[in-house]
């Protein structure tokens, strides 16, 4: 009987207990709720900031503003990276496709541009915040999409010299100057002229010369493997200028130029 007793007080409060183990725990946002019902293309048609933007203004929970931001460029980087590795397969599966010899030195860029990349971002003062961060892994992405976008223009051209913009390293793209400076090189626009790739030289410059020196050293042999490392177009040279100085910039300066998606 004594059993018996146990047995029913046991059918009677399992039911309870049951719903209170399997009960839904609270879940954090997942990434394609933060897409906001928008498809990748739809997103990566807004420029970063302004896709930010909308997004705290539509996501509608209890997270703080620096919150949601964070969630948007998260948001966006995952599209951007999702459209150049559809790209990136693409072009393997055709004869215009990247060499080895250039994915290798993708490879090495993107190496020496994290390398850069976490140094920069604790040299300034004070170092930089989460967002600054974010917004800089989302910036970086632009240089393995431009990679892969020099075969696809290549694979629709007939010019058999249209290769990527960062071809395999060579022993003359050894001698590239990393070294920032007021005086052009040789045949380049003259101080004064409105060259981007010159303005953007002189003000990276001017950001590293403001820090202190036991800080500017590792900072200028970091970005000279950078820009020493491989050939590459000017369009790129100036993207990776602009991204230094990006990365370099204090919260209340006017940025140098404006973002690059």
Not at 150 to 172: L, M, N, Q
Not at 248 to 258: H, K
């Amino acid at each position: 009987m004594k059993q018996f007793l146990l047995a029913a007080i046991a059918l009677c409060i399992s039911p309870g207990v049951l719903a209170q183990t399997t009960a839904p725990k609270p879940r954090a946002a997942s990434s394609s709720r933060d897409q906001l019902g928008m498809t990748c293309i739809q997103i990566l048609a807004l420029s970063s900031a302004d896709w930010v933007s909308q997004f705290g203004e539509n996501a509608k929970d209890a997270a703080s503003t620096e919150q949601k931001k964070l969630r948007a460029i998260a948001a966006y980087g995952k599209c951007y990276d999702t459209r150049t590795d559809r790209l990136a397969a693409s072009l393997a599966r055709s004869a215009a496709g990247a060499p080895m010899g250039a994915l290798g030195s993708l490879h090495d860029l993107q190496q020496a541009l994290d390398t850069f990349t976490l140094k920069a971002l604790a040299a300034t003062e004070p170092p930089a915040d989460a967002l600054k961060t974010a917004y800089a892994q989302l910036y970086e992405k632009q240089f393995r999409y431009g990679f892969y976008q020099t075969y696809e223009k290549h694979s629709k051209s007939s010019d058999p010299g249209a290769k990527g913009a960062i071809p395999a390293a060579s022993p003359k793209a050894a001698s590239a100057d990393p070294a920032p400076s007021t005086a052009p090189a040789p045949g380049s626009t003259p101080p004064g002229d409105t060259d981007p790739v010159t303005l953007a030289k002189n003000h990276f410059g001017e950001l590293l010369d403001a820090l202190p020196e036991d800080t500017e050293h590792p900072l200028h042999a970091a970005f000279g493997d950078i820009v020493g490392r491989s050939q590459m177009s000017a369009s790129t040279r100036l993207a990776i200028y602009r991204y230094a100085i990006f990365l370099l910039e204090p919260p209340s300066a006017t940025p140098f130029s404006p973002p690059p998606f």
